[in-house]
């Protein structure tokens, strides 16, 4: 049964860390692409970030600040959220992807199965 289990939301101030985890369950991490998407009360849900074989991505708004990476022992994926902004607010989610083009990591389309989110606040 392939289970993605997001964790390490919570309450911080601007400028603080967080570091979310993903475990998975049920597949191995060398096997598919993970990716972090957010999604903030009455927004779209967005891509955040993409690990697969080496190769990691980022969107522009959090490039500096978030850093993704895996331990394939643990079959776990880290996001470390550095210098936390109140617009990184939202509930973050991981997700599994079998196979995309790597220009298109950040759309929820290639995607086939994701985690309950876990929420992240910003504030001060």
């Known amino acids: 049964d392939v289970q993605l289990q997001a964790s390490g939301g919570g309450l911080v101030q601007p400028g603080g860390s967080l570091r979310l985890s993903c475990v998975a369950s049920?597949?191995?991490?060398?096997?598919?692409?993970i990716g972090w998407f957010r999604q903030a009360p009455g927004k779209e849900r967005e891509g955040v970030s993409f690990?697969?074989?080496?190769?990691?991505f980022y969107a522009d708004s959090v490039k500096g600040r978030f850093t993704i990476s895996r331990d394939n022992a643990k079959n776990t994926v880290y996001l470390q959220m550095n210098s936390l902004k109140p617009e990184d607010t939202a509930v973050y989610y991981c997700?599994?992807?079998?196979?995309?083009?790597?220009?298109?990591?950040?759309?929820?389309?290639?995607?086939?199965?994701w985690g309950h989110g876990t929420k992240v606040t910003v504030s001060s």
């Open positions: 049920g597949f191995a991490l060398d096997d598919y692409g």
């Open positions: 690990i697969n074989v080496g190769r990691k």
């Open positions: 997700a599994r992807a079998p196979r995309l083009p790597f220009s298109l990591w950040w759309s929820p389309t290639y995607y086939n199965h």
